[in-house]
């Protein structure tokens, strides 16, 4: 045997016993979490599904119009998520920011489709700038979450990907208060701001509480 190997063979050899015990012993380590593809995670699933849904609808080149079609459309994503951490997860207040996510976007969604069934949209100079703005918000969510390690953890997954999902709402919002012209749809999405940047943080605090490594 190659003395070199011959003697780190007894440290390798206790190292891996020593993971093994770790694992066993340690439900929570890191290590032991079971790491998810992302074609395989619900969450993930439903945010693609919201994608293909906004690159297949019409923009009006109405600020105000298309703000609405769109938010909808990620409220009722959320909404998705949310109900599937009610059903998977495990910790207390990811349930609860679950259920809160719910009752307040599930409102606010109606509100949105009120207003796209009354309203008639008026094509408006910076309209195509406002959904340019939008779509990349959008597509910068998609790319923040690719690149997460997701686990089966769904209370962890839960909340990086509802931060990333509530960065865009939130990115969204601040173009129609930069482009939109309607006040009930501007006061609406300043307090989708408001709430959203309120929700990230406590979903950070959370995550640095219960980082699973």
């Known amino acids: 045997m190659n003395k070199i190997y011959r003697r780190l063979y007894p440290y390798t050899f206790l190292g891996a016993f020593f993971f093994l015990v770790s694992c066993s012993d340690h439900r929570d380590d890191a290590v032991c979490l ?11 699933q439903i945010n693609h599904r919201m994608m293909e849904e906004m690159d297949q609808m019409t923009h009006t080149n109405d ?16 909404i998705d998520m949310s109900q599937e951490e009610l059903k998977s997860g495990d910790d207390p207040q990811m349930k609860e920011m679950a259920q809160q996510v719910i009752n307040a976007q599930q409102a606010e969604k109606a509100m949105l489709q009120q207003y796209l069934q009354s309203h008639t949209p008026v094509v408006e100079p910076d309209g195509p700038t406002f959904n340019s703005e939008s779509m990349m918000s959008m597509d910068k969510m998609m790319k923040a979450q690719d690149i997460r390690v997701l686990s089966e953890d769904s209370d962890v997954t839960y909340a990086q990907l509802l931060i990333d999902h509530h960065q865009s709402a939130l990115e969204m919002a601040m173009a129609e208060l930069a482009y939109g012209d309607d006040p009930m749809i501007r006061e609406m999405a300043s307090k989708m701001i408001e709430d959203q940047r309120k929700e990230i943080m406590e979903l950070q605090d959370w995550l640095i509480k219960n980082k699973p490594f």
Do not use: C, R
């Open 34 to 44: 079971e790491i998810q593809p992302h074609d395989e995670n619900v969450l993930m």
């Open 63 to 78: 600020p105000d119009h298309d703000f609405a079609m769109m938010m909808s459309m990620h409220h009722q994503s959320a």
